[in-house]
């Protein structure tokens, strides 16, 4: 069968390698280039500690692609499955770290909790005034700049056909399919797969399905190198957002981090978002209390992105319930990169089977409108 990807991101990309792998022709089509919105501005957070809890089969399928990407793409995407920890400051985040594990060991996560003695004497430097913390030790990180490059080229060496830089002018349901014409040209396929990230929402919109989702830009950055010491992603219990940060330590030795700064609404149009200077010592001060020695450091970049975020933080994935051949991948909710090689191996699998082993039922695209 013939099938358009619309979005070259880590689901489009990832979708189009193993649709391609199944013996799908595929058409990726990006607007702009392979991976430059939502994907690389991602932090490259590979965790299952915390998502809702039917994200969970298809994060489990997603961290065992993960574990085989090197092997499978033929280069390095520097997944490191260094673990997860979560500090936690306060009885309350304890409480709530205690409840999510034992609602998630059933969906088959194990968390390991761990008292203030434990994190320091194996994670010295690290949250020095947290009284617990889990740690999920198969989790890890990944490079948001490498992983959707090397699903497309090991895409193209399956035969797939990539048009970048492609406008996206008119959608047509067809007899035989579906027509996309672009800036570069028109494309014509049997089954369209709609993962344009923030833009996914108006593709459905065409198909009469409408999803309430906002385009909103997080706030990154990263510091000069250190010596390399700080092995697991570390985050945060917390119910407030303005402790909620997040870091990891890369192996040239710059740390990464994210959150505390609430994220800005973007205009899809063109679709940009900048980090704002004025709020990046907020955001410092909540990740010192991680890890204090980044109060010493110096922060040489910023940087934002355009995240879909839908009304109820879950995606939207699998079939439309109005075209047939139309089918959905979009609104992670800033969450998205754990998941999304195995975002891309469901899809292919429901697309060319027309089942699929993962569950997917709450992430349908109608369940807005059966909820009303």
Not at 198 to 223: H, K, S, Y
């Amino acid at each position: 069968m013939d099938v358009i990807v619309l979005g070259g991101g880590l689901m489009g990309t990832a979708s189009a390698y193993f649709l391609a792998r199944r013996g799908a022709r595929v058409t990726l089509i990006e607007r702009n280039r392979i991976g430059t919105g939502a994907t690389v501005a991602s932090f490259g957070n590979i965790r299952r500690t915390g998502r809702h809890l039917s994200q969970l089969p298809l994060a489990h399928r997603s961290l065992s692609l993960w574990g085989e990407a090197e092997k499978m793409l033929g280069r390095d995407v520097e997944f490191r499955a260094t673990g997860h920890i979560r500090l936690i400051f306060d009885e309350g985040s304890l409480a709530d770290m205690r409840a999510y594990a034992q609602a998630a060991r059933p969906w088959g996560l194990e968390l390991e909790e761990l008292g203030s003695r434990e994190i320091r004497s194996r994670f010295p430097g690290l949250g020095p005034e947290a009284i617990a913390a889990s740690f999920s030790p198969d989790d890890g990180s990944g490079n948001p700049r490498l992983i959707a490059l090397a699903f497309v080229e090991a895409a193209q060496k399956l035969g797939a056909e990539l048009v970048e830089e492609a406008e996206v002018e008119t959608i047509k349901h067809t007899v035989s399919g579906f027509l996309v014409a672009t800036s570069r040209g028109s494309f014509a396929a049997e089954c369209l797969l709609n993962t344009a990230g923030a833009w996914g929402a108006r593709v459905a919109a065409q198909f009469g399905e409408m999803v309430p989702l906002d385009a909103r830009g997080p706030q990154m950055g990263v510091t000069e190198p250190l010596p390399y010491r700080v092995l697991p992603v570390v985050g945060i219990w917390t119910r407030d957002k303005d402790y909620g940060a997040y870091l990891r330590q890369v192996e040239r030795g710059n740390i990464v981090f994210g959150g505390a700064a609430e994220r800005v609404s973007v205009d899809l149009d063109p679709g940009h978002a900048s980090a704002d200077p004025m709020r990046l010592p907020i955001q410092l001060r909540a990740v010192a209390r991680l890890m204090p020695a980044i109060a010493r450091v110096a922060v040489i970049r910023t940087w934002s992105g355009c995240e879909g975020y839908v009304r109820d933080m879950l995606p939207v994935m699998g079939q439309s319930a109005t075209t047939p051949g139309l089918f959905h991948a979009f609104g992670f909710c800033g969450h998205g990169f754990q998941l999304g090689p195995g975002v891309g191996d469901a899809m292919a699998e429901l697309i060319t089977t027309g089942r699929c082993a993962t569950p997917l039922d709450d992430f349908r695209v109608d369940r807005f409108g059966r909820a009303a």
